[in-house]
């Protein structure tokens, strides 16, 4: 299995819901990230998990809040998003954060819709 | 802030050509670059990549060089198909795993 797997693949949320992404790999990698896309921009960092602890958070706002809770799954829990929030949600994966090799793996993104 | 850039946003090639999509990055201690091909409503997939020890690196139909001196970075794509058409982006290691993206170049190959 070479796939990062990321559920849903779509999901649209009021501004006062909860909600999860979920992402998944089965690559014995132990580092993953969530990277946030807005339309025709590339893809920015989110957060980074390093055998299962958080390593980065780029300045993230609180109201996304992410988990590990094991080696091969990846959450990213939603609280009272912003319609400006929406965006392609990015999971991706790699063997470790450093040195970084081959195997830096995204996987297919959740569209998020704020309304 | 270091950054990395692209020189064009677009790029339109005719079917069989060859395609040249170019990169620029600002940080001299960079050590790893990947080349990654985004579809719409796709994530990013993985094309080539190449360390800061080498200046080339060949893949099928791709083709990656490195020129430390001036900071730049290109992809060769030869005898372009229709399946290219896509977003391409180049990324430059950070510490920690940090992946940093240039802007992008649209590819659009004409039959």
């Known amino acids: 299995d070479t796939e990062v797997t990321q559920t849903p693949k779509h999901l649209v949320m009021g501004m006062t819901n909860k909600k999860s992404l979920k992402c998944e790999q089965h690559m014995g990698h132990r580092a993953m990230y969530w990277y946030k896309q807005k339309a025709k921009k590339p893809p920015e960092l989110m957060f980074v998990?390093?055998?299962?602890?958080?390593?980065i958070n780029e300045s993230v706002p609180s109201r996304f809040s992410p988990e590990c809770p094991n080696s091969s799954l990846l959450n990213l829990h939603l609280h009272a998003l912003q319609p400006e929030d929406s965006a392609l949600y990015l999971c991706a994966s790699s063997p470790q954060t450093a040195p970084l090799n081959y195997g830096y793996t995204f996987g297919s993104g959740t569209r998020l819709t704020v309304v | 802030g270091e950054s990395v850039g692209l020189h064009l946003p677009t790029l339109s090639v005719q079917e069989g050509d060859n395609s040249i999509i170019n990169c620029a990055y600002s940080?001299?201690?960079?050590?790893?670059f990947i080349w990654y091909k985004q579809e719409s409503g796709k994530g990013p997939q993985f094309i080539i990549d190449i360390r800061s020890n080498m200046d080339k690196r060949q893949g099928q139909r791709v083709t990656v060089l490195l020129n430390k001196t001036v900071k730049h970075l290109s992809l060769q794509i030869a005898a372009t198909q229709p399946g290219d058409s896509a977003v391409y982006f180049c990324a430059e290691n950070q510490e920690g795993g940090k992946l940093i993206f240039g802007q992008g170049t649209e590819l659009s190959v004409k039959p």
């Open positions: 998990y390093s055998y299962e602890k958080l390593s």
């Open positions: 940080n001299s201690a960079s050590d790893y």
